[in-house]
């Protein structure tokens, strides 16, 4: 899978687009296939090198998205495979998929649904 990372501190040409693993989902966890994510203030001051990940966290930049969880964890029983979910994350928003604590995702508005599924389901 791929993603935006960071190879180095600096400005916006320090974002490298490469292979990175796929993400692993933890028995408390979630896996979600993402249809959006979003750049922040944290974001950029990780890019810069004044705010690093917390410790445990990824080190690719990325701390909200929506999408369709695509695993959930032995310990999750809220949340099933197909759910289309908002998140924050502690890192790691990827393109490809990202790994969510259960205690952070939440139900998107049924309202809206272009950016709750990834762009290979729209």
Not at 46 to 68: D, I, N
Request: some cysteine; charged content about 20%; aromatic content about 6%.
């Amino acid at each position: 899978m791929y993603a935006i990372t960071l190879p180095s501190f600096g400005g916006p040409e320090v974002l490298t687009w490469a292979e990175v693993d796929e993400p692993t989902c933890g028995p408390g966890e979630v896996v979600i296939d993402v249809a959006a994510s979003a750049v922040n203030r944290a974001d950029i001051m990780q890019r810069q090198g004044h705010y690093p990940p917390p410790p445990g966290g990824s080190e690719v930049p990325g701390l909200e998205c929506s999408g369709v969880i695509s695993e959930v964890g032995s310990e999750v029983t809220d949340w099933a495979v197909g759910d289309e979910v908002c998140a924050l994350l502690a890192g790691g928003d990827t393109p490809s998929g990202s790994v969510c604590l259960l205690c952070k995702s939440f139900r998107g508005p049924t309202s809206l649904t272009w950016w709750l599924r990834p762009p290979s389901r729209r």
